[in-house]
């Protein structure tokens, strides 16, 4: 397996525009994740799917940002209008679920988007 | 309001040495604890966990204890070795959501 693929690795853009970040999960899992990482708050959940369906969005900084997972091999994030503070490093991570009391789901993170906003 | 905090942006350790990272949690009622590792350019990826119901855990070089009455969680790893310089996430899991809520993530260098 490829692992989890995101895309775009790099992505620079100018303040307003619209940045859509995308994420191909491992085959078979069942769980996605969307994390940010940024040096203050570290890796920070932004929102976690379960076969498809939307769990938690609570971790959404704002309306600006949303996401979907149209099936269970894709998934997007978008950010529109972006602003600077946006700028951080989105990682994407899949993993399938253990019965209660049989473990923790091990996340597999993909390489992460890197995104500067100007 | 974080749920997960490592309060050491980075440690600077010898070669040979002994590597403790903290973390500290406020809710008791997670199922798991886990570290992650991060190198430059690259996903975090899994290294070690910790059950609830356990107080320590082994894994080669690397040890994670649990004192669940302080909420605190550390990683031990003996011996530092210069490949072990990354950054290193601590993680809460809840079995009931599914989900992990990561800390801040502490910078490791080990010097040669």
């Known amino acids: 397996d490829a692992g989890v693929i995101q895309s775009p690795r790099h992505e620079v853009t100018e303040m307003g525009q619209e940045v859509t970040l995308r994420c191909k999960p491992i085959?078979?899992?069942?769980?996605l994740f969307w994390y940010r990482q940024t040096m203050m708050r570290g890796l920070e959940l932004l929102i976690y799917?379960?076969?498809?369906?939307?769990?938690?969005d609570s971790g959404m900084p704002e309306d600006r940002f949303s996401a979907k997972m149209p099936n269970a091999s894709f998934s997007t994030l978008k950010i529109q209008p972006s602003e600077p503070r946006d700028s951080a490093v989105y990682f994407c991570?899949?993993?399938?679920?253990?019965?209660?009391?049989?473990?923790?789901?091990?996340?597999?993170f993909g390489a992460g988007s890197r995104l500067t906003v100007l | 309001d974080q749920q997960v905090k490592q309060n050491s942006p980075s440690l600077s350790v010898q070669e040979g040495r002994i590597s403790i990272l903290n973390c500290d949690y406020t809710?008791?009622?997670?199922?798991?604890f886990l570290w992650y590792k991060k190198y430059p350019a690259e996903g975090p990826t899994f290294l070690i966990s910790i059950s609830s119901i356990k107080d320590k855990n082994e894994d080669g070089r690397f040890t994670v204890f649990l004192n669940k009455s302080a909420k605190h969680l550390s990683l031990h790893i003996v011996p530092s070795q210069p490949g072990d310089s990354a950054v290193y996430f601590c993680?809460?899991?809840?079995?009931?959501?599914?989900?992990?809520?990561f800390g801040q993530g502490t910078t490791l260098q080990v010097k040669p």
């Open positions: 993680a809460v899991y809840s079995g009931n959501t599914g989900k992990l809520i």
């Open positions: 799917f379960n076969n498809n369906v939307p769990i938690d």
């Open positions: 809710n008791s009622m997670f199922d798991y």
């Open positions: 085959s078979g899992h069942d769980y």
């Open positions: 991570a899949s993993s399938w679920r253990r019965a209660r009391g049989s473990g923790a789901n091990v996340l597999t």
